[in-house]
């Protein structure tokens, strides 16, 4: 077993030590301790000059402990969800959340934080100036200088929002988990991988069934809407996806009847929108919309709105050639269903290339592999597994990175596999932030989860190359978190970087998995050992342009409907996000949805994530990733100085620079739409 004795500096969360029933005592206990420091602090500061180093440090100091204790609940929430954990996080939202608007609004320290700004030199590269702007910004955005009755109310929304966007996550999950499908008949199956077969028979084992049970998970939704030649079966797991969580629920039987009413999401919706409206005029915006820009790189509703429309008016064409391009290669009209299915097939007709015949040569450790020796090469950087660290769940890896010297870097939790108890999709999140207070030391550790299918009894982890791009992608923020150089939590890693930034280093990495001298790192058939073959290679890298219109009108399609819905909410009437999502579509989309279709009522992002009135950002952050690669594509891709200038300019410096002028450091101009335009093979769409 490797040790470091660095990690004990670390102090890595003791997983397996998180009890249910300890949790609630565990924070009550930590915000208590930090409301006495935070008095003691504030009555000594009151009659002094204050400096950064004794005033504003011991906050970050505050603020760091709270996320050791509180931060591993809300991941294990995540990954590890049951009713006893559920129960007891749920029961901390409420006072978790009057502590922090309490914090926010307080005079006080909003008057200290001023007093040490003013006492600090202009130093635009001064990490500490950058604390004090952001914590100056957040004080206005939490109502700090409200009357004391608007304070109140400001709080009250603030707490039940944060209850109304864990119970909206909860009702996904738990919408996906009453959900099944038992199929006894092999030949409703043709057409599945052998690995889907083979894990959806040891599911049926596993409840004492004959045939297959298929649960409702993302890679099993996938394996269906790609490979299953059952249209009415596509049919019937789009249906049971798109539903998740609303009133239109597909219900398999009457004993779920009001387990599915329990677990729809409209009334939810309804009032997260109206709370957030009602939150964002009482500090003095129009709308939510507005609120949530003041904090993002986008200077305005309307910007946002005409570059997601300006890329709309580029792309529509292209997508709509594309669909009917699909049809005609399908021989008749597609329903939303049959999409993934034709597409695949025209695909591997075109390129002669498919998931499944790209898949045995993907598998996981291998890919893990070539994505290690990715930055080793760029960065100098070296990756190796960690053994003996508590973990979760047996299929959890820590993996340490480190300079060519040793000395640590940080380091990462990772958890690939899709579980009954784990919500889809994919994300970074950070556990520990890099610190260096006071004698205050911490390497930073992330958390890097995807929802991969597991290995099989005769198979390992075999991933597709949709699987390997969602990897590098998450790679790509788990190392803006990592390599991050500033010693303020508050503005490290991810901390403090605008939202529609932030997407920026991960959707640069995606470049990588498209690479044939990359793909030849990260590839050995999980028998032969072989590497993809090099028809493979020229074929994969040929289709990556492969039905990007339609892809990007999706995208923009999910970008303009909220930020419609935020920003033209009625409090008078309430929202009708149906009609508001059907007159989009009519105006963006080309693919006609079912009426049945509540897509809606499962988009975390923005109604549980952190994405609400900002999920643009993937395409505002896609035009500058777009455009950081191009500097690669014209030095070489492992360029020496392109990488030590992109890890200088944009991985390491946190939320402590403006970002337009960090990347124009980088660039040395500012960011252009083209390079995106070519990357997706639009750019004879220009008008």
């Known amino acids: 077993m490797e040790t470091n004795p660095l990690l004990a500096?670390?102090?890595?969360?003791?997983?397996?030590?998180?009890?249910?029933?300890?949790?609630?005592?565990?924070?009550?206990?930590?915000?208590?301790?930090?409301?006495?420091?935070?008095?003691?602090?504030?009555?000594?500061?009151?009659?002094?000059?204050?400096?950064?180093?004794?005033?504003?440090?011991?906050?970050?100091?505050?603020?760091?402990?709270?996320?050791?204790?509180?931060?591993?609940?809300?991941?294990?929430?995540?990954?590890?969800?049951?009713?006893?954990l559920r129960a007891a996080y749920n029961n901390c939202l409420p006072t978790l959340s009057r502590y922090l608007t309490e914090i926010a609004q307080d005079t006080r320290l909003w008057r200290l934080y001023q007093r040490v700004g003013e006492s600090l030199a202009e130093d635009p590269n001064n990490p500490a100036t950058s604390v004090i702007s952001h914590a100056l910004r957040d004080f206005h955005l939490a109502g700090v200088n409200l009357p004391e009755d608007k304070k109140q109310q400001f709080k009250a929304i603030i707490e039940e929002l944060a209850q109304l966007g864990a119970r909206f996550e909860q009702n996904v999950l738990d919408s996906m988990a009453a959900w099944s499908h038992h199929e006894t008949e092999a030949a409703q199956l043709t057409g599945l991988p052998d690995s889907v077969m083979e894990q959806t028979a040891q599911n049926a084992r596993d409840q004492s069934l004959h045939g297959w049970l298929f649960r409702l998970d993302q890679p099993t939704f996938v394996a269906i809407m790609t490979h299953a030649q059952n249209r009415d079966l596509r049919q019937h797991f789009y249906r049971a996806w798109m539903t998740r969580a609303s009133g239109q629920a597909d219900k398999q039987d009457d004993s779920h009847n009001d387990s599915y009413a329990n677990f729809d999401n409209t009334a939810s919706i309804e009032r997260i929108l109206k709370l957030r409206h009602e939150a964002a005029e009482l500090v003095g915006f129009d709308d939510f919309a507005a609120f949530s820009l003041a904090s993002k790189m986008a200077d305005s509703v309307t910007e946002v709105h005409g570059f997601l429309m300006d890329l709309a008016k580029k792309s529509q064409s292209t997508a709509q050639q594309e669909l009917a391009e699909l049809e005609k290669f399908a021989g008749e009209s597609l329903c939303a269903w049959d999409i993934a299915f034709w597409s695949e097939k025209l695909r591997e007709a075109r390129y002669s290339v498919s998931d499944e015949q790209l898949r045995p040569y993907l598998p996981l450790i291998r890919v893990l592999d070539g994505m290690f020796e990715v930055i080793h090469k760029l960065y100098g950087i070296v990756a190796k597994q960690v053994d003996g660290i508590d973990v979760w769940h047996k299929d959890i890896r820590y993996i340490e990175l480190t300079q060519a010297d040793g000395t640590v870097i940080g380091s990462f939790y990772a958890d690939l596999f899709a579980r009954p108890n784990k919500r889809s999709g994919a994300w970074m999140d950070e556990c520990i932030c890099r610190k260096d207070i006071a004698g205050q030391h911490a390497l930073p550790v992330a958390h890097l989860v995807c929802n991969f299918a597991a290995p099989t009894k005769s198979t390992p982890s075999l991933l597709t190359h949709d699987d390997v791009v969602t990897l590098f992608h998450e790679f790509g923020h788990t190392l803006h978190h990592l390599l991050t150089r500033i010693d303020y939590p508050s503005v490290s890693g991810v901390n403090g970087v605008p939202w529609d930034a932030v997407e920026l280093p991960s959707q640069f990495m995606e470049n990588f998995a498209w690479q044939p001298d990359v793909l030849r790192m990260l590839s050995g058939h999980y028998e032969s050992g072989e590497s993809l073959p090099e028809e493979f290679l020229n074929k994969l890298q040929a289709s990556r342009t492969f039905q990007a219109g339609l892809h990007m009108v999706r995208q923009l399609e999910l970008a303009i409907f909220d930020l419609r819905l935020h920003a033209e909410y009625e409090p008078d009437t309430g929202s009708d996000i149906d009609a508001l999502l059907d007159e989009i579509r009519q105006q963006v989309a080309v693919i006609e949805q079912p009426d049945f279709n509540r897509f809606a009522h499962a988009f975390s992002h923005i109604f549980a994530g952190g994405y609400a009135a900002g999920y643009y950002s993937y395409k505002w952050a896609e035009v500058l990733a777009a455009d950081a690669w191009s500097a690669f594509e014209e030095h070489g891709i492992f360029d020496p100085d392109v990488a030590t200038r992109f890890r200088t300019e944009i991985l390491e410096i946190g939320g402590t620079r403006d970002i337009s002028a960090a990347f124009a450091a980088f660039r040395g101009r500012s960011p252009r739409i083209e390079p995106l335009l070519a990357q997706t093979g639009i750019t004879d769409k220009i008008s």
């Not at 504030?42 to 002094?48: G, H, I, N, P, S």
Request: net charge negative; hydrophobic share 40%.
């Open 9 to 84: 500096i670390t102090r890595l969360p003791d997983f397996s030590a998180i009890k249910p029933e300890h949790v609630e005592p565990a924070l009550t206990n930590t915000l208590k301790a930090n409301r006495q420091q935070l008095e003691a602090l504030l009555t000594d500061t009151e009659d002094q000059v204050p400096d950064f180093a004794t005033a504003i440090a011991p906050l970050e100091e505050l603020s760091d402990r709270l996320s050791r204790v509180w931060g591993p609940v809300v991941h294990l929430h995540g990954v590890m969800n049951s009713p006893e």
